[in-house]
């Protein structure tokens, strides 16, 4: 048999199989489902998945560092009501709103790593704290009446279409988006780091890498990413309300999972994130078609996540590696 083939059955990589996944899934649906692969319909896809993937950079950088970040749902819902509330159908006020939301969010999120690296608050419960804290404020401020629709620059760029080609404009700032993350991990001092914290934080500590610093940088980049998915969904939804963030824990986490990361840290890349949100977004299309509940998503993701996992466990490809 080839060598290098040999070799990729033996030692199959977690990316390569998650992309192999999702071309399979699109294929056999589209083969029972004909309509599933419309134009229009795999342009809607992509703009689902593209919120899972922005939201999935920061996160898939905290849980390569050997973190988790539980704080991602209301942290993005804290930014959609923010972005409707002050902008109020405004597009001229995007120009402040906007970048204050995000350094806001960058803040917060440096705030769950500043307790984290320096107080050594373990990540579940900071997040955690965190996330309940923001739920708690936003229903203190909103008083559940919803804001103000969302400027219609917003709507353009999370629902419209370049007419040229056709594609969606979400798809573009998408890959904008996961080419700096692409850059950060694999070309940057920063991205080493990450590895080298999530794998031995003493070691690294040893070693000369700025741990706590390293910690803090990877949560408010998680902050940043959420924040600006909250900002970009409210363009699609047309508006914000309470709980839209909601969906965006599992789902943030599960793509770094199933793209082949560690949950407990020290390897991955956001190249395989973006499979996994390929993959969850193509799971959620079957609903309608095969006429499924929520509660069967649920349990279709978490068959797919124990799969994934168990395929880039380190013990089932030591079996592979076998003679």
């Known amino acids: 048999m080839i060598p290098w083939l040999t070799n990729g059955l ?3 990589s977690p990316i390569l199989l998650a992309y192999l996944g999702a071309l399979l899934i699109f294929v056999a649906v589209s083969l029972y489902s004909p309509g599933f692969a419309h134009p229009a319909h795999v342009s809607t ?14 996160q898939t950088m905290v849980i390569v560092g050997g973190g988790i970040d539980l704080s991602v749902p209301w942290l993005l819902n804290s930014a959609a009501v923010a972005t409707t509330a002050l902008t109020r159908s405004s597009d001229a006020a995007l120009i402040w709103v906007v970048p204050m939301i995000l350094v806001s969010s960058a803040g917060i999120g440096a705030i769950n790593g500043l307790a984290i690296a320096l107080l050594r608050v373990p990540p579940i419960v900071m997040t955690l704290s965190m996330n309940v804290m923001l739920m708690g404020l936003l229903f203190i401020v909103t008083r ?19 007419a040229t080609i056709g594609l969606p404009v979400m798809l573009f700032v998408w890959l904008a988006l996961a080419a700096i993350a692409l850059v950060v991990e694999r070309r940057t001092a ?4 990450l590895y080298a914290v999530g794998s031995n934080r003493t070691v690294a500590r040893l070693s000369g890498v700025p741990v706590a610093g390293t910690t803090i940088a990877a949560y408010a980049i998680s902050g940043f990413t959420a924040g600006l998915a909250g900002v970009l969904l409210t363009g699609y939804a047309k508006q914000s309300y309470l709980g839209m963030g909601d969906p965006y824990l599992f789902t943030s986490i599960a793509a770094v999972a199933i793209g082949g990361a560690s949950i407990l840290g020290g390897s991955g890349s956001y190249l395989g994130t973006i499979a996994g949100a390929l993959i969850l977004t193509l799971l959620t299309g079957l609903l309608p078609i095969f006429r499924l509940d929520a509660g069967a998503l649920k349990v279709i993701y ?22």
């Open 302 to 323: 978490g068959a797919v996540i124990l799969f994934a996992v168990a395929i880039a466990s380190p013990q089932l490809r030591r079996f592979f590696r076998r003679e």
């Open 10 to 12: 033996r030692s199959p």
């Open 45 to 58: 896809l992509i703009v689902i998945a593209a919120f899972t993937g922005i939201v999935a950079i920061g």
């Open 190 to 193: 920063f991205g080493r780091y």
């Open 144 to 162: 559940g009446f919803p804001p103000p629709p969302t400027p219609l620059a917003l709507q353009w760029i999370a629902n419209g279409r370049i």
